[in-house]
């Protein structure tokens, strides 16, 4: 059977119309932030939304879609990972054995899961993209869509993932629709497109990458030291082993490694959110312990409950941001076109997920924390949006110490003057990003 994905897109305000026609492949849609990405992801994928400046018409796709989505935890329904694999499984297949068949395979595949019994809440982000995309091949769709759902993976297990998809796709003739705000993944399509707010049309697949001013900041104060540093999840699992390291005169700490080798782990050692570890850790600014704010890569677990509005209005009470600076925040959250009367009341989950976490660095940036941990900051923007966000937080480190954990290897070397690669426990320096005191 040939898969075969037809529709016409249009977009009545700017009178287009684009009829398009997908067959086997991967196919990759370039988006900045905003343009609409997930609700075009939505539409294909059959989920009810009047949303969106265009209208999607589907004459003919294949039978069974699976959608991978852009926070892999929307797409996590079972509280262990033996229950997560065999879900999917479970909703196409009624022979047990061919179930527990498919659940074995993709533990073959999924080198992170030891025990089955764990919940997926412990994996780190990348490692639930990795589930989440295993279990979607696992029951053979003829259409695979994708919305930003590998962009917690860094790019040695981006390319793994690619190739597993390309002989997927070679195997069973299926469509594969990927939508990025990453213009470096274009290289990844045997076609490419580009959506924008009033188009949406095929591109060249050789656009030029484009690369981070560098920017300098003062001599920071910050001093990291770790001594046979060591984390046990659940005291079985190690994450953290032996990691002995000392920053001094830091600004701007990064971390970067691979998928599930523990950068958020340090996070929440440093942030004091996981005190049961081994060996020795010490952190101070200037010789004194630093008021601390940890955001981690999923913003709404958070705030819970909590609205951003009752957030800045917390941060206020508390004496964390000044009642005279918010009026600035919020007039640079209109410069990522973030309109604020929208989304201040909105729950946590209901908003946009790079507005939320663009929108909460900015609160926290104007703050009076004297150090920032920003999880993952770049997850979901767009190559102008990385810019913003990089020229930001350099503007911030004038005034306060930051560490960063990101996948995206070009955006912590523009801005952090000493960075740990977790993969080596090496420590590397970029002391041209520090400005000589004078």
Known sequence: MTNILNFHIQFP???QDYKTSFSAGIHVIFGESGVGKSTFFKKLCGMDTDAGNFDLKIHEKPTRTIPVFQNPENQ???STLDGELAFSAECVFSDPSQVAYLVDGIKDKLNFIDDGTRHPV????????LLNLATALSVKPGLIVIDDGLSFLNSKA???QVQRLSKYMKDTGSIILWFTSDISDLIFGDTVWELTLNSFTEINKSIPIQKYQHNNHPAGKLHLIADHLTYFYDHKRTILNDLSIESLETRCFGIIGANGSGKTTIAGIISG??????GEFQLDIDG???TIEYLNQFPEKML???TLGEFLLDLQRFGKLNSLVVSQALNMMNDYQINWRIIEHQPAVDVQWTALRLAMIILLGCSNYELIILDEPTFGLGWRQKQMLARFINKILNKKHCIIISHDEQFIHSICDK?????????IQNSGLVREQR
Not at 122 to 129: A, F, P, Q
Not at 273 to 278: D, M, R
Not at 419 to 427: A, G, I, Q, R, Y
């Open 304 to 306: 819970g409950t909590v």
């Open 13 to 15: 305000k700017f009178s």
């Open 288 to 290: 004194e312990s630093p």
């Open 122 to 129: 412990t994996l780190s982000g990348g490692e639930k993209e």
């Open 419 to 427: 960075v740990l690669e977790l993969d080596s426990k090496s420590l």
């Open 273 to 278: 959110i996981l005190p049961e570890y081994l």
């Open 158 to 160: 981006k390319k793994t």
């Open 76 to 78: 996590i329904v079972s």
